[in-house]
């Protein structure tokens, strides 16, 4: 199985924006729902959004409202927009299957400036 390639971040001031992506290299992507995941240094990697294969969405409580995740099932990729950031989103961003079921990736860098 081969790792996902994150994506998308960068550095931005609170409230700002960014999209992040995904791709994930692996059959029957459409058929397994896609999570996004974060861990910020000295902390456990947690989820914060996960989408169905239906494109039911559910996000965790510190970012439901500000983020959105989406996928694209014929290019293998999943997104993740994030608006009304908080210096407390900075973290490295990374996407794997629900249940983390992939190699982790490089993820993607996000930081958030107050």
């Known amino acids: 199985q081969v790792q996902p390639v994150e994506s998308g971040g960068g550095l931005v001031q609170a409230g700002g924006s960014l999209r992040l992506s995904c791709t994930a290299s692996m059959n029957s992507f459409s058929n397994y729902a896609m999570g996004w995941y974060r861990q910020a240094p000295g902390k456990q990697r947690e989820l914060v959004a996960r989408i169905s294969p239906t494109d039911v969405a559910r996000y965790a409580d510190s970012v439901r409202g500000r983020f959105t995740i989406s996928r694209d099932n014929d290019k293998n990729q999943v997104y993740l927009r994030m608006d009304s950031l908080k210096p407390e989103d900075t973290s490295v961003y990374y996407c794997?299957?629900?249940?983390?079921?992939?190699?982790w990736g490089q993820g993607t860098q996000v930081t958030v400036s107050s």
């Open positions: 794997n299957r629900f249940g983390a079921t992939l190699p």
